[in-house]
């Protein structure tokens, strides 16, 4: 895959955010082309994290979300993970923050179902309280954000101030001024944060000669569908 970047093209790019993209581009998670979304939208891109599907792509994804909410300077207590893709980027993050940072910190996930025996209850892992950072792939509707929030109104204790995603992509809601992400932080008062945004995607490939030609639909799409 040819790296070679104008410096124009990559100005907002840090170069950890360009070694992901080189990744994510390796490993097929990030492909360009013409994909059909669950919204119905056609779209020149596609990003399927459940290709991160090895130890080594874990490792690499918790350095990228624990440098991510470091680099944020948001004061958290613990993280949660909603299931299910949210349980294994919970767990990576902490790993992460550990190895990478001396920071010991606990984390919580959720079944889908609750649990009858056992410990039971929908929650497994460290008691949630205090601040709550919520890790996962994408935001779309914002579906588990809502149901973490449901969730912790059980546990006065704990507040949901954080979401961290690896990629924003920036265009509207159906019906709406605003994405998803900045309607969360509208609606609910969380920080959103993502790692890579659809910006950053095009100044990456605006600097690839393997991948400049699908700069023009890539910016077709942004007209149509991207936010201010």
């Known amino acids: 895959m040819d790296s070679t970047n104008t410096t ?3 100005a907002n790019l840090e170069p950890w955010q360009q070694d992901f ?21 056609n779209s020149p891109y596609f ?21 991510t909410l470091i680099d944020s300077g948001i004061e958290f207590d613990m993280i949660f993970g909603p299931a299910y893709k949210g349980i294994t980027i919970a767990t990576a993050t902490t790993y992460a923050l550990s190895d990478q940072y ?9 079944r889908k179902e609750a649990k009858a ?21 994408v935001v779309t509707a914002g579906t ?20 961290v995603v690896l990629i924003d992509r920036q265009e509207k809601l159906d019906g709406s001024t605003l994405s998803a992400m900045q309607a969360l932080e ?15 995607i095009m100044a990456y490939i605006e600097g690839s000669e393997q991948l400049r030609h699908h700069v023009e639909r890539m910016a077709e799409y942004r007209k149509q569908y991207g936010v201010a």
């Not at 390796?26 to 119905?40: A, I, P, Y």
């Open 8 to 10: 124009l093209s990559t």
């Open 21 to 41: 993209i080189d990744y994510a581009i390796e490993k097929n998670v990030l492909q360009f082309g013409d994909f059909t979304l669950k919204s119905g939208r």
């Open 47 to 67: 990003f399927n994290a459940g290709r991160f599907d090895d130890g080594l792509s874990q490792k690499k994804l918790g350095q990228i979300y624990a440098k």
């Open 102 to 110: 001396d920071r010991n910190v606990p984390y919580a996930y959720n």
């Open 117 to 137: 025996h056992g410990e039971g209850g929908k929650l497994v892992g460290a008691q949630v309280k205090g601040n709550i950072v919520l890790v996962d792939d």
């Open 144 to 163: 588990a954000i809502k149901e973490t929030l449901a969730l912790l109104e059980q546990h006065p204790e704990a507040k949901l101030v954080a979401a």
């Open 186 to 200: 509208k609606d609910y008062g969380i920080h959103m944060i993502a790692a890579i945004r659809f910006e950053q």
